[in-house]
């Protein structure tokens, strides 16, 4: 047992600094556009929810190459890692194309979506801006999924921390007029997001050159078309369970924003406080994926990985939860001084604490049985606890029934404790049955 908590944690703690730098990234956003008032952190939010939102498609497609690259790591296949690396670009190319054309669609999609009409015309714009950014950080989502499942962890950690270092000195100069240049607000900070992206894959590739080009396939390997769409049907279904549950955030957003700005800002500003230690879940899920992965593809069991993994997120969970119980105010004023937004951040965070536990448990195991290449029923259920149950639910607790934003943050909670139970249910089912090594040719 403990030697499986050494070998998750020497996993895990490179992609949990990681994870959270690349956190830091929008909190850093948050907190320096919300100086500007309730409008442009209005306007900041939408951006992201569209954008996230649209950009959640190709990130969830190319996590779903997890389990063939983790598997093909462990069985010492370094050609089949690298034909899967090359297929992988092509297909982040392809997805680039309909994802910019989302971004550049944004003002009529916020407008259909009966988002504030003072933050619109600002949101379109910062989403047309970060439109330039998209085919870079899906290479670079590439890339840095090829490493995790090689056990090279810390490379994108160092990307990510020199990305921060750059995103506040960008965001200083063009958010807030620094150093002569123009004071942009909301559009500024998706300049200094855009540049960062680019930046971000080259950095990577340089440093991870060697592990690339040594792997690298030919290119009537990665151009095949058929291989192309059987990988891509092997990533569709963990694309769909994250984008679903993305969605499902963003749906959140979406109805919090028919309540006002007020309400978008303060939802934006509550859900970056109760993600902050989610991202060690995010590199303890990871480490799972990566582990029980490699273990499979050398033949090796792992089970017993999945469920001291689980025990580690709880863990963690429990202590996010009694922090924002102790100190909510103290947090919050670290992102705004609005006391409207305030006011309504303060009635989300309780709420947010309620459901730090289950959104650990379930996020762990659904890394644990992506590695393991079980995707598609951990899918359905995620569909139905979050657009079956907790959205509805809501939508009828907040907007029907008048119970504002605490009203909608309610249905999070219900959806979070109903995946949570599911996919303890699924994995103890899983690890009964056994498992079939996934294989892309």
Same mark, same amino acid.
């Given at each position: 047992?403990?030697?499986?908590?050494?070998?998750?944690?020497?996993?895990?703690?490179?992609?949990?600094?990681?994870?959270?730098?690349?956190?830091?990234?929008?909190?850093?956003?948050?907190?320096?556009?919300?100086?500007?008032?309730?409008?442009?952190?209005?306007?900041?939010?939408?951006?992201?929810?569209?954008?996230?939102?649209?950009?959640?498609?190709?990130?969830?497609?190319?996590?779903?190459?997890?389990?063939?690259?983790?598997?093909?790591?462990?069985?010492?296949?370094?050609?089949?890692?690298?034909?899967?690396?090359?297929?992988?670009?092509?297909?982040?190319?392809?997805?680039?194309?309909?994802?910019?054309?989302?971004?550049?669609?944004?003002?009529?999609?916020?407008?259909?979506?009966?988002?504030?009409?003072?933050?619109?015309?600002?949101?379109?714009?910062?989403?047309?801006?970060?439109?330039?950014?998209?085919?870079?950080?899906?290479?670079?989502?590439?890339?840095?999924?090829?490493?995790?499942?090689?056990?090279?962890?810390?490379?994108?950690?160092?990307?990510?921390?020199?990305?921060?270092?750059?995103?506040?000195?960008?965001?200083?100069?063009?958010?807030?007029?620094?150093?002569?240049?123009?004071?942009?607000?909301?559009?500024?900070?998706?300049?200094?997001?855009?540049?960062?992206?680019?930046?971000?894959?080259?950095?990577?590739?340089?440093?991870?050159? #060697?592990?690339?080009?040594?792997?690298?396939?030919?290119?009537?390997?990665?151009?095949?078309?058929?291989?192309?769409?059987?990988?891509?049907?092997?990533?569709?279904?963990?694309?769909?369970?994250?984008?679903?549950?993305?969605?499902?955030?963003?749906?959140?957003?979406?109805?919090?924003?028919?309540?006002?700005?007020?309400?978008?800002?303060?939802?934006s500003v509550a859900l970056n406080l109760s993600v902050i230690a989610w991202m060690i879940i995010f590199g303890i899920a990871a480490a799972a994926t990566t582990r029980i992965g490699n273990r499979i593809g050398a033949g090796l069991p792992w089970?017993?990985?999945?469920?001291?993994?689980?025990g580690l997120g709880t863990l963690v969970m429990s202590s996010s939860a009694v922090t924002l119980l102790l100190f909510p105010e103290w947090l919050l004023r670290l992102f705004t001084q609005d006391p409207k937004v305030m006011a309504v951040a303060l009635a989300l965070l309780p709420l947010a604490a309620s459901f730090q536990i289950f959104d650990g448990v379930q996020g762990v195991i659904a890394g644990a049985l992506r590695g393991a290449g079980d995707v598609r029923?951990?899918?359905?259920?995620?569909?139905?606890?979050?657009?079956?149950?907790?959205?509805?639910?809501?939508?009828?607790?907040?907007?029907?029934?008048?119970?504002?934003?605490?009203?909608?943050?309610?249905?999070?909670?219900?959806?979070?404790?109903?995946?949570?139970?599911?996919?303890?249910?699924?994995?103890?089912?899983?690890?009964?049955?056994?498992?079939? #090594?996934?294989?892309?040719?």
């Amino acid at each position: 047992m403990f030697q499986e908590v050494r070998a998750l944690a020497r996993l895990a703690w490179p992609v949990v600094l990681g994870q959270l730098g690349a956190t830091l990234l929008g909190v850093v956003d948050v907190a320096m556009v919300g100086r500007l008032g309730e409008v442009q952190l209005a306007a900041l939010a939408a951006g992201h929810i569209w954008t996230f939102g649209t950009l959640i498609i190709g990130m969830a497609l190319i996590m779903g190459l997890d389990p063939v690259f983790t598997q093909a790591h462990g069985a010492n296949e370094p050609r089949a890692m690298g034909r899967t690396l090359g297929r992988a670009v092509v297909l982040a190319l392809l997805l680039s194309v309909p994802i910019v054309g989302l971004h550049l669609a944004a003002e009529p999609g916020l407008r259909l979506l009966g988002q504030p009409p003072e933050a619109i015309p600002l949101a379109a714009e910062y989403s047309q801006v970060l439109a330039l950014s998209v085919p870079t950080f899906l290479l670079y989502t590439v890339l840095r999924h090829f490493l995790l499942g090689m056990e090279r962890m810390m490379l994108p950690t160092i990307v990510i921390g020199v990305a921060n270092v750059l995103n506040i000195a960008l965001n200083a100069a063009l958010i807030e007029g620094r150093w002569g240049f123009p004071a942009l607000g909301a559009v500024g900070c998706g300049w200094a997001t855009t540049v960062v992206r680019v930046a971000m894959p080259i950095a990577l590739l340089a440093l991870a050159w #060697r592990e690339v080009r040594s792997r690298w396939p030919s290119a009537m390997e990665i151009v095949e078309p058929r291989a192309l769409a059987r990988l891509a049907w092997q990533a569709l279904p963990v694309g769909v369970q994250v984008s679903l549950e993305v969605w499902a955030f963003t749906a959140v957003g979406v109805l919090m924003g028919w309540l006002g700005t007020a309400a978008l800002a303060a939802h934006s500003v509550a859900l970056n406080l109760s993600v902050i230690a989610w991202m060690i879940i995010f590199g303890i899920a990871a480490a799972a994926t990566t582990r029980i992965g490699n273990r499979i593809g050398a033949g090796l069991p792992w089970v017993q990985t999945a469920w001291i993994a689980t025990g580690l997120g709880t863990l963690v969970m429990s202590s996010s939860a009694v922090t924002l119980l102790l100190f909510p105010e103290w947090l919050l004023r670290l992102f705004t001084q609005d006391p409207k937004v305030m006011a309504v951040a303060l009635a989300l965070l309780p709420l947010a604490a309620s459901f730090q536990i289950f959104d650990g448990v379930q996020g762990v195991i659904a890394g644990a049985l992506r590695g393991a290449g079980d995707v598609r029923i951990p899918a359905l259920l995620v569909l139905v606890a979050f657009w079956m149950v907790g959205l509805p639910t809501g939508w009828w607790l907040g907007i029907a029934n008048e119970g504002g934003p605490a009203g909608v943050w309610s249905g999070l909670v219900f959806a979070l404790i109903i995946v949570a139970c599911a996919l303890v249910a699924r994995l103890w089912w899983v690890g009964r049955q056994g498992v079939q #090594r996934v294989t892309v040719e």
